[in-house]
């Protein structure tokens, strides 16, 4: 069975720093991979998604993912975060006939 | 075009009713599912449809919870004698189909609340 580890559950950051959220999954067949984003009251948000072919993935709002097959990760990145950008961000997995499996999200806080 | 859409948005009750959530997801789309997200925790798996059949009803927490699926379309899920431990927002995702790289696409889900 596949799952997803995210290894923060918060992350606090200044507002124009960068910021990186982990995520690592574990399966050993071809998978492809999500970024989902839930902002308070509302339903998630998808991000960005790797199928194949390039492992940087962009996305919306200035986020960036890359797909690291050797390490079984999925790391989201942004440069220059925004007070905006506070949300739940939850990593997925699914294979070719499976559903989304979810990580257990990590909150991001942008500090002014 | 429309986004899946999920009713009430709020639903306030006393503890022992029954209650009804109804999911109308995006036309088209083949694959349907339940979460629910307690406060401050992830996603808890429930239910997923392909078409109006339920391949994996493992998640579903006790047999006081129930779900269909019609017409390959809108779907209920149905607490019986809910209790306040009910208490969280469920979300319902749509997507093309189940797997095969096809991302779900979320409500804004119903926050229940048992009193």
């Known amino acids: 069975a596949q799952s997803v580890t995210q290894l923060d559950s918060q992350v606090p950051v200044f507002e124009e720093a960068p910021v990186e959220l982990r995520c690592n999954y574990s399966?050993?067949?071809?998978?492809?991979l999500f970024w989902y984003v839930q902002y308070p009251n509302q339903g998630l948000q998808l991000l960005l998604k790797?199928?194949?072919?390039?492992?940087l993935v962009k996305g919306i709002n200035g986020f960036e993912a890359e797909f690291n097959k050797s390490q079984t990760s999925f790391h989201l990145r942004k440069p220059s975060v925004h007070i905006s950008d506070t949300a739940e961000y939850f990593c997925?997995?699914?294979?070719?006939?499976?559903?989304?499996?979810f990580g257990k999200g990590t909150r991001l806080s942008v500090i002014a | 075009g429309a986004g899946v859409s999920q009713s009430p948005s709020n639903k306030v009750t006393e503890k022992g009713k029954d209650v009804e959530l109804r999911c109308d997801p995006i036309?088209?789309?083949?694959?349907l599912y339940w979460y629910r997200q307690s406060l401050g925790q992830g996603l808890e798996f429930l239910i997923y449809?392909?078409?109006?059949?339920?391949?994996?009803k493992s998640g579903l927490p006790s047999d006081r919870f129930s779900a269909e699926r019609t017409g390959g379309s809108v779907s209920t899920l149905t607490i019986q004698r809910t209790q306040q431990e009910d208490s969280a927002v469920y979300l319902c995702?749509?997507?093309?189909?189940?797997?095969?790289?096809?991302?779900?696409?979320f409500g804004d889900g119903t926050r229940l609340s048992i009193l």
């Open positions: 995702a749509s997507s093309l189909a189940a797997g095969g790289g096809q991302p779900q696409h």
């Open positions: 399966s050993s067949v071809s998978v492809y």
């Open positions: 790797y199928l194949s072919g390039s492992t």
């Open positions: 997925a997995v699914s294979r070719r006939n499976t559903p989304l499996v």
């Open positions: 036309s088209g789309h083949t694959a």
């Open positions: 449809f392909q078409g109006n059949s339920a391949p994996d």
